[in-house]
């Protein structure tokens, strides 16, 4: 289990939300661009990782109860998406790692601390 702030460590991210509690232990982790497989298919805990920089992806990483939101591409959400997660203590994580490459990254420490 990799906690919110190791992963961010991971995928060389930045906090958009400063403040929230990002000690928080994850084990799972959802990606996709597409809203309606996050509702359909994620976990109640799963750290959500996706490309889009919507108020819809906050609303629904809060809707699945999400721990938190990575953001891929080098992409950055408006001051406002970054204001209603703050509002929802939903961490936003920044990265300029591909969704693959985060993914890919995340999985190899944790297949690696399996061993």
């Known amino acids: 289990m990799l906690t919110l702030k190791e ?5 060389r991210g ?4 400063p403040g929230l509690d990002i000690e928080t232990g994850c084990s799972k ?4 661009d597409l809203m309606s497989d996050v509702l359909a298919f994620s976990e109640e805990g799963s750290l959500l990782i996706t490309g889009l920089v919507n ?3 906050v609303r629904t990483a809060c809707l699945v109860d999400a721990l938190a939101v990575i953001v891929v ?3 950055r959400p408006i001051g406002a998406v970054v204001d209603e997660a703050a509002a929802k203590k939903l961490p936003i994580i920044a990265t300029g790692c591909s969704m693959f ?4 990254r995340i999985a190899q ?3 690696d601390g399996m061993r």
């Not at 992963?7 to 995928?11: A, E």
């Not at 930045?14 to 939300?17: A, R, Y």
């Not at 982790?29 to 996709?32: D, P, T």
Request: charged share 10%; net charge negative; glycine share 4%.
């Open 109 to 111: 420490y944790l297949s």
């Open 14 to 17: 930045e906090l958009l939300t």
């Open 73 to 75: 591409q080098g992409k």
């Open 7 to 11: 992963m961010m460590v991971l995928v």
């Open 29 to 32: 982790v959802f990606a996709s």
């Open 55 to 57: 108020s819809h992806v």
């Open 101 to 104: 490459e985060t993914c890919s």
